[in-house]
């Protein structure tokens, strides 16, 4: 498999990820009943790290063997800052609110920032994987 592929692939295991969480996952969460909040966000968090951290690290082995390997374009440089406004929504803005949910517990500021922050991510896996197609 080249580094393209692996790009590919991994960009569009991360879509589909994406896709499940904003489709499924956090609708589900966030219509949890409040005597259910803490329990069920506890457990969401402890499911998710099980998800993320392999999807995450295939994206950055994928990311960094074409950046290392592959002639830059502007498809490769889409893919990559398509990549990096994912991760740093889901380091500057998913992870904090999702630390105030379980400090506080929801509110609907919170969670119009929640979604808002997970279609900026979905957003971004589209893109990532649209433009790694052409890398």
Do not use: K
């Amino acid at each position: 498999m080249s580094a393209e592929q692996f790009l590919l692939v991994a960009t569009g295991v991360h879509l589909g990820f994406q896709a499940v969480v904003t489709i499924v996952v956090y609708p589900g969460l966030l219509n949890l009943a409040p005597d259910d909040w803490e329990r069920g966000h506890a457990a969401h968090t402890r499911r998710m790290v099980i998800v993320v951290i392999p999807v995450y690290a295939a994206v950055v082995i994928a990311l960094g063997w074409a950046l290392a390997t592959t002639c830059c374009s502007p498809a490769l440089f889409v893919t990559t800052g398509a990549i990096l406004m994912v991760w740093a929504t889901t380091a500057f803005v998913a992870a904090p609110i999702h630390h105030l949910l379980s400090v506080g517990g929801p509110t609907p500021i919170l969670i119009r920032r929640l979604r808002r922050a997970d279609t900026i991510r979905l957003i971004g896996a589209v893109v990532a994987c649209g433009a790694a197609l052409f890398v």
